[in-house]
């Protein structure tokens, strides 16, 4: 198996290896169904991480990402990469996440890229083996990918339709915390963390959304049983629950969508940075502390005072 940019994310290499922009090289080659890309960016010195990560003297800080090649999980992968986390980006369109680990590249830092379908069991269970394989460990999980149904009466949705959804943000995000799960309770240090991309919508939904309100209902659910089952395995999770960052799902919200009334009103959206900034301090805990829910919306977004 090809490694992930060999010789700088090894276990073994050193932090302080010196890096140079000269040595930025993307190269993709397909492997066994998946496509890697390599990288050798780095330009500075390795970033020593949150003063409170329990384990500063590691060599690497591993986090993958899924649904890394747009929004919040771009935003968030490139935040975490800043943080000297060696960031897998995960999603379906290797353009989109050729351009995420372009852009860590230009700021020397250490992201690779990884094409697998969240609702894919094998490929979920090749990208952590990969993982396992490449990096020997794994310290954060954020499950982030996600999709929505077209926003119609749900008795008009097809069971594909609702399928769809139901198996990227439901089953995806247990399908990771799965092969997270088994890799974080046996490697040593023990224990890492997996952070949940929720939703406003886990809280209260949208006219015509029936599908990715249950889903991000139920996001809920996995979120407190992945805490609960994670404790005696030092595995912590919490979820964030976003309103109206400004990305590419929520770009509908500047023309208008559909209130509870049925008006159609725009709405304000958000810098995704906020929530990158927020990923990261939840990441930056040592494991024995945990931020369970944290909610970040534009603040004048209709959702508190029900409208
Ligand atoms: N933006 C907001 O205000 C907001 C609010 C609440 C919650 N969220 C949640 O935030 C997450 C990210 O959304 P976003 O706003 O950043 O929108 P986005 O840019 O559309 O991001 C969705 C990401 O998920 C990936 N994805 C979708 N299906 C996938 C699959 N089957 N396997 C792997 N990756 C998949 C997509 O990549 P590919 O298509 O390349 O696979 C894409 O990178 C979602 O879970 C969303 O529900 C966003």
Not at 123 to 144: E, M, T, W
Not at 145 to 170: C, D, F, H
Request: aromatic share 4%.
């Amino acid at each position: 198996m090809a490694r992930l940019g060999s010789g700088v994310n090894s276990p073994t290499a050193s932090p302080r290896l010196p890096r140079t922009s000269a040595s930025v090289d993307i190269h993709a080659h397909a492997t066994g169904g998946l496509i890697r890309i390599r990288f050798m960016a780095p330009t500075q010195p390795l970033m020593p991480g949150p003063p409170h990560q329990p384990h500063d003297n590691r060599l690497v800080r591993v986090a993958v990402v899924t649904g890394g090649g747009s929004g919040i999980g771009r935003a968030a992968a490139i935040a975490l990469a800043r943080e000297g986390y060696d960031v897998v980006v995960v999603g379906r369109r290797l353009d989109r996440l050729q351009e995420t680990v372009a852009l860590g590249a230009r700021e020397g830092l250490r992201l690779a890229a990884e094409l697998a379908d969240v609702s894919d069991p094998v490929a979920v269970q090749s990208l952590f083996a990969g993982v396992k394989a490449q990096f020997g460990r794994l310290d954060l999980l954020f499950n982030n990918a996600g999709t929505s149904a077209r926003a119609v009466p749900m008795e008009e949705l097809s069971y594909k339709q609702w399928n769809r959804v139901v198996q990227t943000n439901l089953t995806g995000a247990f399908l990771c915390t799965q092969q997270a799960i088994k890799l974080m309770k046996t490697q040593d240090p023990r224990g890492g963390r997996i952070i949940n991309n929720g939703s406003i919508s886990a809280h209260s939904p949208r006219p015509n959304s029936a599908p990715y309100t249950a889903t991000k209902h139920g996001m809920t659910g996995l979120t407190k049983s992945t805490s609960l089952d994670g404790r005696p395995y030092d595995i912590a999770c919490g979820q964030i629950d976003i309103g109206n960052a400004a990305t590419d799902m929520t770009e509908p919200m500047k023309g208008g969508v559909m209130q509870a009334s049925g008006a159609v009103e725009a709405e304000p959206r958000i810098d995704v940075e906020h929530v990158a900034r927020a990923v990261v301090f939840m990441a930056s805990l040592p494991l024995d502390a945990n931020v369970q829910f944290m909610t970040v919306m534009a603040t004048k977004m209709p959702f508190i005072g029900r409208g």
